[in-house]
């Protein structure tokens, strides 16, 4: 009876995905209730149309899963086993739930992503990058951007593959996302995160970057869903082509493509609904040529919006009106990188929601992340990162300057572990934050005070507390100061035992545009241009104690102003093995990690 369902169910998705338009309104009966018992007042619905989606793809997936572990068995062994394996596993791959966008989606598509004005270089950006990995042993983890624009989209990828390599290096051994492609089952994984990444093999780095794209697409779905956009071109039928990779094929029915318009992309897009993960590693693994093409960026970024709903998108923005990529230049805004990273299109990076009060309220962070995000505005006082962001489940951050995103990373996730002072620190700035209706703005009312004051069980002297509130307000950098020369039995950080020293730590940054290696060792005598590749740039960071307010004001002089007094330099260096370097991503690192002095070898690490 089951199995009776499950085919009606079938053959219920395969008839509707090939419908180029809407079912008729006179319909068969419906024989399963799960298939088919959706009223006529609520089938319309936007819910119950993505619900009846999903069950559709749910019961072809299993139908399709079934075939597939049933086929090895029926075929005899040898070479012509494979080869019929294969021409099955591509029959397969054409029952699917691929389908056009109907002319509304597409002009609703278009129009959220690029406007209604969007000049033609913004449009060849997104329309010329790939997800492709370096050829660079060096950087060979890394994702190599060509072109301005989808590096908030490169980054938020990258993120993900990074952690995977780094820390589940195990599940990526032996364990092909789409076993009948052969990708061998003898490569090397590395379990350690203590290697240089030139060692990692072509195998490992796919696996790391379809399960990347799966799970980023599945947090866009609402862990229900994640919806594949690829191309379809009817005229270049991929398997009658023998000796010719599907990569060349699919660059040859690109030449001559353009998207100018909700039209043009309506003509090529196909798009796919899977409801299990192993379905979606699958399909993404079949359909990675796509993604390794030069529209592969646009594509994910129209998979994860479709995967997150359309709608829904629009009601994450604080204003649905703007495009989510920005003129004049063409980059991702904060949207677009924070649904890659959180799953939801909000515009802010403070934590939860900013009541302005009237009913109007400003979007963040709703919840714990895996991968996080700082960004130099934050150094500049133009936005205040949230613990959601800052301190990610892996130590790993998405960079934002003005123009570009990078990625900074840890091997160690230790590098996140807080000692007392710090743990401490971190409760009191979130009860602060919490109280902040400023946007970040770093003060807060009198009677938020007191609430702070209640949760984090501090005790200030009655003229302390009188000082601190007579201005009718309370600024943080006051606050702080206070609770550094506040003793501990009353709440404080005031502590001269020594006990609480400072960390030293490794991170490493990577910025996925090639340029020219000013530091590589090969000199070419000839004079032909430098070695062209991205960049990894290993940091040593330290980060001091601070225990009174006047090493605290000391750092704050050191850090600003590497030429201060002599006395505040002799200070500085007794905590210091070697002499510290700046550079802007050295002010995004300090959002996280305040006081921190970074060194490194070679050329400084570029953000931009």
Same mark, same amino acid.
């Given at each position: 009876m089951g199995d009776r369902g499950e085919d009606e169910d079938l053959q219920m998705a395969i008839r509707m995905s090939m419908q180029r338009a809407t079912p008729e309104t006179k319909r068969s009966k419906p024989q399963d209730a799960a298939a088919g018992a959706v009223s006529e007042s609520s089938e319309d619905s936007p819910e119950s149309k993505t619900r009846r989606r999903e069950l559709m793809a749910a019961a072809a997936e299993k139908r399709i899963a079934a075939a597939v572990r049933v086929l090895p068995s029926s075929l005899p062994p040898g070479k012509k086993s494979v080869e019929l394996g294969r021409r099955e596993e591509l029959r397969l791959k054409s029952v699917n739930l691929s389908k056009e966008l109907s002319a509304e989606e597409a002009n609703q598509l278009f129009s959220m992503v690029f406007g209604n004005e969007v000049s033609k270089g913004i449009l060849a950006?997104?329309?010329?990058?790939?997800?492709?990995?370096?050829?660079?042993?060096?950087?060979?983890?890394?994702?190599?951007?060509?072109?301005?624009?989808?590096?908030?989209?490169?980054?938020?990828?990258?993120?993900?593959?990074?952690?995977?390599?780094?820390?589940?290096?195990?599940?990526?051994?032996?364990?092909?996302?789409?076993?009948?492609?052969?990708?061998?089952?003898?490569?090397?994984?590395?379990?350690?995160?203590?290697? #240089?990444?030139?060692?990692?093999?072509?195998?490992?780095?796919?696996?790391?970057?379809?399960?990347?794209?799966?799970?980023?697409?599945?947090?866009?779905?609402?862990?229900?869903?994640?919806?594949?956009?690829?191309?379809?071109?009817?005229? #270049?039928?991929?398997?009658?082509?023998?000796?010719?990779?599907?990569?060349?094929?699919?660059?040859?029915?690109?030449?001559?493509?353009?998207?100018?318009?909700?039209?043009?992309?309506?003509?090529?897009?196909?798009?796919?609904?899977?409801?299990?993960?192993?379905?979606?590693?699958?399909?993404?693994?079949a359909n990675l040529p796509f993604f390794q093409s030069r529209m592969g960026a646009l594509l994910f970024l129209i998979s994860a919006l479709l995967s997150r709903g359309l709608d829904l998108v629009q009601s994450d923005r604080d204003d649905p009106s703007l495009p989510l990529v920005t003129a004049p230049f063409g980059h991702a805004s904060q949207e677009i990188v924070n649904l890659l990273l959180c799953g939801e299109a909000v515009p802010n990076?403070?934590?939860?929601?900013?009541?302005?009060?009237?009913?109007?309220?400003?979007?963040?962070?709703?919840?714990?992340?895996?991968?996080?995000?700082?960004?130099?505005?934050?150094?500049? #006082?133009?936005?205040?990162?949230?613990?959601?962001?800052?301190?990610?489940?892996?130590?790993?951050?998405?960079?934002?300057?003005?123009?570009?995103?990078?990625?900074?990373?840890?091997?160690?996730?230790?590098?996140?572990?807080?000692?007392?002072?710090?743990?401490?620190?971190?409760?009191?700035?979130?009860?602060?934050?919490a109280q902040d209706q400023s946007g970040g703005g770093g003060f807060i009312s009198v009677e938020g005070f007191h609430q702070v004051l209640r949760e984090t069980d501090i005790k200030f002297p009655p003229e302390k507390l009188e000082h601190l509130c007579s201005a009718g307000f309370i600024v943080w950098s006051e606050f702080w100061q206070v609770i550094l020369d506040l003793d501990k039995s009353l709440g404080g950080l005031k502590d001269s035992s020594g006990l609480m020293g400072k960390k030293v730590f490794d991170l490493y940054h990577f910025n996925g545009i090639a340029k020219s290696d000013l530091n590589g060792s090969q000199v070419n005598s000839a004079g032909e241009t430098p070695l062209q590749r991205p960049r990894l740039t290993k940091l040593r960071v330290s980060v001091p104690p601070r225990w009174t307010p006047e090493e605290f004001m000391a750092d704050v002089k050191v850090s600003s102003a590497p030429s201060a007094s002599d006395s505040a330099g002799k200070d500085n260096e007794v905590s210091k093995p070697e002499p510290s370097q700046h550079a802007p991503l050295v002010d995004c690192i300090r959002t996280r990690w305040a006081r921190a002095t970074c060194s490194w070898f070679g050329d400084p690490p570029s953000i931009v």
């Open positions: 950006q997104w329309s010329n990058q790939g997800i492709r990995f370096s050829s660079d042993p060096v950087t060979s983890m890394g994702l190599v951007q060509h072109e301005g624009g989808p590096c908030g989209v490169l980054a938020a990828i990258q993120a993900f593959v990074l952690k995977h390599i780094i820390f589940f290096s195990d599940e990526l051994k032996d364990v092909p996302c789409l076993p009948q492609k052969g990708l061998g089952a003898s490569f090397k994984s590395l379990s350690v995160p203590s290697y #240089n990444f030139s060692s990692l093999t072509e195998g490992v780095k796919v696996r790391a970057l379809v399960r990347s794209m799966a799970e980023i697409l599945f947090s866009c779905g609402s862990n229900r869903r994640a919806v594949i956009a690829t191309l379809s071109f009817p005229e #270049n039928d991929i398997p009658r082509f023998e000796g010719i990779s599907e990569d060349e094929v699919i660059a040859k029915s690109l030449q001559g493509l353009s998207i100018e318009s909700a039209v043009d992309l309506q003509k090529v897009l196909r798009v796919e609904t899977c409801a299990s993960q192993t379905t979606a590693l699958q399909r993404l693994e990076v403070f934590d939860g929601r900013m009541d302005l009060g009237g009913g109007m309220f400003l979007k963040g962070i709703s919840r714990d992340v895996e991968v996080g995000f700082l960004t130099l505005l934050e150094s500049l #006082n133009f936005c205040k990162v949230g613990q959601h962001l800052k301190s990610p489940k892996w130590p790993i951050w998405v960079v934002g300057s003005e123009s570009h995103y990078t990625v900074l990373f840890a091997l160690d996730p230790s590098v996140q572990s807080e000692n007392e002072l710090e743990g401490r620190e971190t409760q009191i700035r979130k009860a602060f934050d």
